[in-house]
């Protein structure tokens, strides 16, 4: 199949390319851009009509609830949600039932995804067995089974001479460590930030410096061991500051932050909306604008979703007992949008956070359209206003805090090597 899109604005950030150019698919793989390949003559075309055409995205961070919830979400539902958000890679946690602690697991969810063929997912395997934080896990083994990064997920490693092994570890074998900074003795049975909404809500919150201690802890094991990890999502100024630090020192760390982050805050949570019960929780509003600061000046190089679909019941009941997390792989792409309109960061360093640069953290050939790569194509319409109604998601997860808003720009096209896997009707 030889395939030619026209009519749209072409952004390659890995390859310096801003264009109204065409773009020409053989197979699964990008033949050309700009000028066809000699005798190329198309079978098919799609007129991107002044939209977007820009790399797939890829999510560093997305529940897919299958294995072990599948009342919440299934591999093909889920897939089938990123494909409408434009998304052709994805990372799952490794805290499935069982866990992903295995390469039988790890090969039964790359295999159930690739039977659904809606988008890459990449396992992400358990830094400890059963993410019990005791000892470390045979990660080489892991990484053979398709495992891109190792994590535990959101369980704390609490010994740190376990996560000091860890990290030995993964620098002997070039692994990468994903680890969300959060102190657990500090974090312990807290539901929203720590301060005046919190108190004011009698809900029991969590302190900025829950996750600074963390970061913290880790840095200084990262400068002795030399390992790579990368932290996310992170969620206060202060680690964004001590990140750069580390940053600027020649570390081999990266981070990511959350889309949901990047526009919500505590004051979100005054009315006890559950929907906006996260895990980091939502802080303030100077940790909001730290974090936009921190990813416009190349501090923080990734974008995710954070993807945690949930069944009614979970958000049914008071804020504390109910479950935390927001349906976001169909609201990744407008909620970073609306990024450029405010004058955050411009277009293409943008689509940079949502495709080459988490790509480049995990190490994979993807977020490019460079010829001869696969063609794993996102194309939007960035004028395209839409009002959220969570019933009409893709995702299984109709949970999220954004129902009711007004967002801009929507994918019209996903493609994943060469196959529309997603048409906006």
């Known amino acids: 199949m030889k395939l030619r899109i026209h009519g749209g604005r072409v ?44 790399p797939g995205l890829v999510d560093l961070q997305a529940r897919l609830r299958e294995p072990g919830e599948e009342h919440k979400g299934t591999i093909e539902s889920e897939t089938a ?3 409408a958000g434009g998304i052709t890679t994805l990372c799952c946690p490794p ?18 995804a690739a039977r659904a063929g809606k988008a890459r997912v990449l396992p992400i395997g358990a830094l400890t067995p059963g993410l019990r934080g005791e000892q470390i896990c045979e990660m080489v083994i892991l990484g053979e089974a398709g495992c891109a990064l190792f994590s535990n997920a959101d369980r704390p490693v609490v010994n740190t001479e376990v996560l000091r092994r860890a990290l030995e570890y993964a620098a002997s074998h070039d692994l990468t460590l994903l680890l969300r900074p959060q102190e657990s003795w500090l974090s312990a049975g807290g539901c929203a930030h720590e301060g005046a909404v919190s108190s004011r809500l009698g809900l029991p919150g969590i302190p900025g410096f829950a996750e600074t201690v963390e970061v913290a802890r880790i840095l200084t094991l990262v400068e002795e061991i030399g390992a790579r990890v990368h932290l996310g999502p992170l969620s206060t ?36 909306n559950n929907q906006c019960y996260l895990r980091p929780p939502l802080r303030t509003q ?64 943008l689509i940079a956070t949502l495709s080459w640069q988490p790509a480049r953290i995990l190490g994979i050939p ?17 004028d395209h206003h839409w009002r959220l109604i969570p019933d ?34």
């Open 11 to 54: 952004v390659d950030p890995a390859n310096g390319i801003d264009d109204n150019i065409d773009l020409y698919i053989e197979g699964e793989h990008i033949a050309a851009l700009g000028e066809p390949p000699a005798g190329f003559s198309p079978d098919r075309e799609i007129d991107a009509g002044g939209g977007i055409v820009c």
């Open 81 to 83: 949600a990123a494909a």
């Open 95 to 112: 805290d499935t039932d069982p866990v992903t602690d295995s390469p039988a697991v790890a090969n039964l969810i790359r295999e159930r």
């Open 237 to 272: 100024a202060r680690a964004v500051q001590m990140f750069g630090r580390a940053r600027y020192d020649g570390l081999p760390v990266s981070a990511s932050v959350t889309a949901h982050h990047l526009h919500l805050c505590e004051l979100d949570i005054s009315d006890f």
């Open 286 to 349: 100077r940790d909001r604008d730290g974090l936009r600061q921190g990813l416009a000046r190349g501090i923080i190089g990734a974008i995710c979703s954070d993807h945690q679909p949930h069944d009614l019941d979970a958000k049914l009941a008071p804020f504390s007992a109910s479950e935390p997390g927001a349906s976001g792989l169909e609201t990744l792409l407008p909620l970073a949008l609306r990024l450029v309109d405010e004058g955050v960061m411009p277009l293409p360093e």
């Open 366 to 382: 993807a977020g490019t359209l460079t010829p001869g790569s696969s063609a794993d194509i996102c194309i939007f319409d960035p």
């Open 392 to 425: 009409q998601l893709v995702s299984h997860g109709h949970n999220t805090p954004l129902a009711g808003w007004e967002l801009k720009g929507r994918v019209t096209h996903t493609l994943l090597a060469g196959r529309v896997v997603y048409r906006l009707d």
